[in-house]
């Protein structure tokens, strides 16, 4: 029986993974940049810890999540996110005492038992930077400023940032208040799901694809049209630094995302134009979860990048990097070889060797399978001379060079220049 992949779940495959490591470095030096520290989280938590922040009305809560009992009957679940893991590691390991840890990233898996389409997959892979400790609207415009910076670098165009606000605590309680009276009055039109959420968690319909339930919320009351003074003040700044970042965004009253966590500031990053699954990065404030998964009253904002999304869209600008190849015919050249690549791969040179060791045409048809720059040919001839012969696998250039790597290195660089 042949064994598959679960549906879902994929491999990635040379060279598609050279496009991953070329995103994910590109991502990871502009974080350190900015000043944010790598973390790396486990992939199975306790389930409470994704109940709690998510949202226990949340279809990731109710529908996706893949969670099991272990053997010693404790609920565990594969994190669907990553930002609830940085939150319990951040007071888990009082990380609110080291002032180098209020900026932290991590690049991994998450797991979501989704309906698998283009763009989405039960196994996905996110680049999540948070900011701890900070409630300055300058915070927003800073992690907002590095997400643009991403996606700038990695030659992404054509990308819009839909922006909102949706207030804090005091503001939102009124604005629930007036959005269930509405929704109660459209009671009828709601799909089974959404009448539910009506009573739980109404803002949860906004997030609804049922198109029945997209007609409904186009008049439903606006979260911006409740803000509190301090919650508009904190708006306005935000709009004002990002205007003079020079960064363009769409404000979208009806922007709230999947996550109930979220406060004030609300953006993602979306693409138009490439099918349903458009919505390539996202995030927002989230000034109560510390706090609310038992840390202290803590400020909090982040983002997260769908790799499995934005990675399309990204250019195949990656330059090949050509290895030097080492053609060597017989035992007795093993022994050179060995001194070449060693040497070489010290000085950060991409070397192969052929380890079947056929004939020189075979090792060379190699060689331009693997779009080699250089051959490097040992064999009984170049044994006896002391002398290896050097080919320029483009111009067919040929040297000799000493066989012997510290003494020939300096010629086979100076060929490898040109």
């Given at each position: 029986?042949?064994?598959?992949?679960?549906?879902?779940?994929?491999?990635?495959?040379?060279?598609?993974?050279?496009?991953?490591?070329?995103?994910?470095?590109?991502?990871r030096?502009?974080?350190?940049?900015?000043?944010?520290?790598?973390?790396?989280?486990?992939?199975?938590?306790?389930?409470?810890l994704?109940?709690?922040?998510?949202?226990?009305?949340?279809?990731?809560?109710?529908?996706?999540?893949?969670?099991?009992?272990?053997?010693?009957?404790?609920?565990?679940?594969?994190?669907?996110?990553?930002?609830?893991?940085?939150?319990?590691?951040?007071?888990?390991?009082?990380?609110?005492?080291?002032?180098?840890?209020?900026?932290?990233?991590?690049?991994?898996?998450?797991?979501?038992?989704?309906?698998?389409?283009?763009?989405?997959?039960?196994?996905?892979?996110?680049i999540?930077?948070e900011?701890?400790?900070?409630?300055?609207?300058?915070?927003?415009?800073?992690?907002?400023?590095?997400?643009?910076?991403?996606?700038?670098s990695?030659?992404?165009?054509?990308?819009?940032?839909?922006?909102?606000?949706?207030?804090?605590?005091?503001?939102?309680?009124?604005?629930?208040?007036?959005?269930?009276?509405?929704?109660?009055?459209?009671?009828?039109?709601?799909?089974?799901?959404?009448?539910?959420?009506?009573?739980?968690?109404?803002?949860?319909?906004f997030?609804?694809?049922?198109?029945?339930?997209?007609?409904?919320?186009?008049?439903?009351?606006?979260?911006?049209?409740?803000?509190?003074?301090?919650?508009?003040?904190?708006?306005?700044?935000?709009?004002?630094y990002?205007?003079?970042?020079?960064?363009?965004?769409?404000?979208?009253?009806?922007?709230?995302?999947?996550?109930?966590?979220?406060?004030?500031?609300?953006?993602?990053?979306?693409?138009?134009?490439?099918?349903?699954?458009?919505?390539v990065?996202?995030?927002?404030?989230?000034?109560?979860?510390?706090q609310?998964?038992?840390?202290?009253?803590?400020?909090?904002?982040?983002?997260?990048?769908?790799?499995?999304?934005?990675?399309?869209?990204?250019?195949?600008?990656?330059?090949e990097?050509?290895?030097?190849?080492?053609?060597?015919?017989?035992?007795?050249?093993?022994?050179?070889?060995?001194?070449?690549?060693?040497?070489?791969?010290?000085?950060?040179?991409?070397?192969?060797?052929?380890?079947?060791?056929?004939?020189?045409?075979?090792?060379?048809?190699?060689?331009?399978?693997l779009?080699?720059?250089?051959?490097?040919?040992?064999?009984?001839?170049?044994?006896?001379e002391?002398?290896?012969?050097?080919?320029?696998?483009d111009t067919?250039?040929?040297?000799?060079?000493?066989?012997?790597?510290?003494?020939?290195?300096?010629?086979?660089?100076?060929?490898?220049?040109r």
């Amino acid at each position: 029986m042949e064994i598959r992949t679960i549906r879902g779940f994929r491999d990635i495959l040379p060279p598609e993974a050279k496009k991953w490591e070329y995103m994910e470095g590109t991502a990871r030096k502009i974080l350190l940049l900015f000043g944010f520290k790598e973390i790396r989280l486990p992939i199975l938590e306790k389930t409470p810890l994704f109940a709690r922040s998510i949202g226990e009305t949340t279809d990731i809560v109710e529908k996706e999540m893949y969670t099991f009992i272990d053997r010693n009957g404790e609920k565990l679940t594969l994190r669907p996110e990553a930002t609830a893991s940085v939150v319990r590691a951040f007071i888990q390991h009082s990380l609110y005492h080291q002032p180098k840890s209020a900026k932290l990233f991590t690049i991994g898996p998450m797991f979501r038992r989704e309906r698998p389409q283009k763009g989405r997959y039960r196994q996905f892979w996110q680049i999540d930077a948070e900011i701890l400790g900070f409630d300055s609207p300058l915070v927003d415009a800073e992690i907002i400023l590095a997400l643009n910076t991403i996606l700038a670098s990695l030659k992404i165009s054509h990308y819009e940032i839909h922006l909102n606000s949706l207030g804090c605590k005091n503001c939102r309680r009124e604005f629930r208040q007036a959005l269930g009276n509405y929704l109660e009055q459209k009671y009828p039109n709601l799909c089974p799901d959404c009448q539910r959420r009506v009573r739980l968690n109404p803002l949860r319909v906004f997030d609804c694809k049922v198109l029945s339930c997209q007609q409904v919320v186009k008049d439903a009351p606006l979260i911006v049209d409740y803000l509190c003074s301090e919650c508009k003040r904190h708006f306005e700044t935000l709009k004002l630094y990002l205007s003079h970042l020079d960064i363009k965004f769409i404000l979208n009253p009806r922007l709230v995302r999947g996550l109930d966590y979220y406060t004030r500031t609300t953006f993602e990053v979306i693409i138009p134009d490439i099918g349903a699954q458009n919505a390539v990065a996202g995030g927002g404030r989230y000034d109560y979860l510390v706090q609310e998964l038992g840390g202290k009253p803590t400020p909090a904002i982040g983002f997260a990048i769908g790799t499995d999304r934005l990675l399309p869209c990204v250019p195949d600008a990656i330059e090949e990097i050509r290895p030097v190849f080492l053609a060597l015919l017989g035992e007795k050249a093993i022994k050179f070889g060995l001194d070449w690549v060693t040497t070489l791969r010290q000085r950060d040179i991409y070397t192969e060797i052929d380890y079947r060791l056929g004939s020189l045409k075979s090792q060379l048809n190699r060689a331009n399978s693997l779009h080699a720059i250089l051959a490097l040919i040992i064999g009984e001839n170049e044994i006896k001379e002391s002398k290896a012969l050097l080919r320029h696998m483009d111009t067919k250039e040929q040297i000799k060079v000493s066989i012997q790597p510290q003494e020939g290195l300096s010629e086979l660089l100076k060929l490898l220049r040109r």
